[in-house]
């Protein structure tokens, strides 16, 4: 028997081109894993059949030498990608029996690369949370908390995706960041959360949250997995009308580019109130090693960082608030049964919704409403500007930004639940960076006096990806574990 | 700006979402924390700033107008809760 417990997607890549294991083989340790571990509650639908017979395409394909770039490599897919056939719910009760007839342009790229699905991992209901407590399919465990005898969270809202790579269940998944929903994750189960510049990856058949903000992307164990899976994922599509035509390199190049002589800037506005002491000394460290390769670091301003939060948490809920009115009862999904029209409307939105997605569809309905649209709507947009003039000054004067990816490590569930500004908090660090659509990773880069945990953020500029996979590598060559 | 249940009704009806009297308190209370704390927008001048509406800075394609359908009419209405003779079904909406 193989020991498929610490294979990467790399290492499982050169596994089956040497013959060591069959994907069939890999494909059926997941699977048992999988059945094993349903507690953690990591996949809404599984799609076992699915992935063996994916499975024998892919030994066939490695028999025949017409190998894939992820040939024969199971993942998990967020239950917000729509895949033909497969039920896509989204979290939520709403889509809880919507089985999609089309694909989405990232599962596609992906199947196309010769990739598995395992199944459709969990989420926060529409990707509006960052704990994986809002789902209708219910929570999601990190897998770390047995280190510590807790029930811990494992970030939201792609919390089924980071939890079952995390605990071994497939060996990467997608994720999808509109706020921080891929680092934050990723950093609380110790794992390679990377969101790309936003146009990188289509929207389409990716259920929407908030369109200028959702951004497709990898959660991996290393940095050259996350390279290796947005490769896969990455495309123009025409039917995503902000899908970018940018030219597409070749992010394994990042092992070619040194980090010495960049410059790398520390923004003094991230070393906010209440910024956990463990990770504030990680912080440091990850300073450190990025002088010793010989980065130049520099204190830098993002001025407008204070004012990230609130503005995200007026232009999110606004465009939540149109993207969610197709949920009518009417086309697909749920219906509860009415006598007129709008009273079914009312019914079902009502029952179909879970707390917090009606709550941020109330907020972005009254923002957009007669009377407050330029009081709250229009100033968001204009804040907006100006954080993202920030990040432009402060890449005149610098080529990356570190900084932690959360203030606080993995939480208890329950914890930050009495009221909801509390939980958005979570996504203070990662937000502004969402907000100027810039490519940003988190890494795994030390551990708190738990041992839980502690990822670092890196920033990069527009569509400098391979930068931000480069930094990534740094840290993780340097952390010592 | 503070939400009182008026407001709260006027917001749930525009969105179209049914709620019950507990909610409405909830929402009351969760809604003013919430709107008090982005409030602090206010203070950061916005003078001559122009809207940021996308951070896409790429000029979007035309394309041919042509209608284009990939689908069967049976695909869509497989989803939907009621359909008949090929329609989605909705309650009598003409009294």
């Not at chain 1, 199947?111 to 407590?133: C, P, R, V, Y």
């Not at chain 1, 490590?409 to 100027?436: H, W």
């Not at chain 1, 990069?460 to 480069?470: C, M, R």
Request: hydrophobic share 35%.
């Amino acid at each position: 028997m193989n020991d498929f417990e610490n294979l990467s997607i790399s290492s499982a890549i050169e596994g089956l081109a040497n013959k060591n294991f069959t994907s069939l083989e890999l494909t059926e340790f997941f699977i048992k894993k999988i059945e094993k571990n349903k507690d953690l509650n990591c996949f809404i639908t599984s799609t076992f059949d699915k992935a063996i017979e994916m499975a024998k395409i892919s030994d066939q394909k490695i028999k025949e030498n017409e190998t894939r770039p992820l040939e024969g490599i199971p993942i998990g897919m967020k239950d917000l990608f729509c895949t033909n056939g497969v039920r896509t719910t989204a979290g939520s009760k709403i889509l809880e029996n919507f089985i999609p007839f089309y694909e989405s342009t990232v599962s596609n790229n992906l199947w196309d690369s010769g990739a598995i699905m395992l199944g459709k991992t969990n989420m926060d209901e529409f990707a509006m949370g960052s704990a994986n407590t809002t789902s209708f399919f219910g929570n999601v465990k990190n897998p770390l908390g047995l280190k510590v005898n807790k029930e811990l969270v494992p970030g939201g809202s792609s919390g089924g995706s980071a939890s079952a790579v995390s605990s071994g269940l497939c060996l990467g998944s997608t994720g999808s960041d509109t706020g921080g929903s891929i680092r934050q994750p990723a950093s609380f189960c110790g794992l390679v959360g990377l969101k790309p510049t936003y146009g990188r990856c289509s929207r389409f058949g990716m259920i929407a949250f908030a369109s200028s903000l959702d951004q497709a992307g990898p959660i991996t164990k290393t940095v050259e997995d996350s390279a290796l899976m947005l490769q896969a994922m990455v495309s123009f599509d025409k039917r995503d009308s902000t899908s970018s035509r940018q030219s597409i390199p070749d992010f394994s190049d990042f092992k070619k580019l040194s980090i010495k002589g960049k410059r790398i800037g520390i923004p003094k506005e991230y070393m906010i109130d209440g910024l956990n002491s463990d990770i504030k000394k990680i912080w440091d460290s990850g300073i450190s090693w990025f002088k010793r390769e010989g980065a130049e670091i520099l204190e830098i301003s993002l001025p407008h960082t204070k004012s990230a939060l609130p503005t995200y948490y007026i232009i999110a809920p606004a465009e939540a608030s149109a993207n969610l009115a197709r949920y009518d009862g009417i086309r697909y999904g749920f219906r509860h049964n009415a006598d007129d029209l709008n009273d079914l409307y009312q019914k079902t939105r009502g029952f179909g919704f879970g707390k917090e997605v009606k709550r941020r569809l109330m907020i972005g309905t009254y923002v957009l409403s007669a009377g407050y649209y330029d009081a709250y709507y229009l100033k968001a947009l204009k804040v907006r500007k100006l954080i993202s003039q920030d990040f432009e000054d402060a890449f005149q004067k610098c080529d990356l930004i570190l900084t932690p990816t959360t203030p606080n490590v993995a939480f208890a569930i329950g914890e930050k639940q009495t009221n909801p500004i509390e939980m958005y908090l979570n996504d203070v660090l990662t937000v502004p960076a969402s907000l100027a659509g810039l490519p940003a990773i988190s890494v795994p880069s030390g551990f708190n006096s738990e041992k839980l945990p502690i990822g670092l953020q890196l920033i990069g500029k527009p569509f400098d990806e391979i930068s931000v996979l480069a930094a990534g590598a740094v840290i993780e060559e340097s952390r010592g574990f | 700006m503070s939400i009182d249940n008026s407001t709260v009704k006027k917001v749930a009806k525009l969105a179209r979402i049914e709620i019950n009297e507990e909610e409405e308190t909830t929402l009351i209370t969760e809604l003013n924390n919430i709107l008090g704390w982005v409030d602090e927008l206010k203070q950061v001048n916005t003078d001559s700033v122009e809207p940021m509406l996308s951070v896409f800075n790429e000029s979007m394609q035309m394309r041919e107008d042509k209608a284009e359908s990939n689908f069967e009419n049976s695909q869509i209405l497989d989803n939907s809760p009621e359909s008949n003779s090929g329609f989605f079904v909705v309650p009598k909406v003409v009294e």
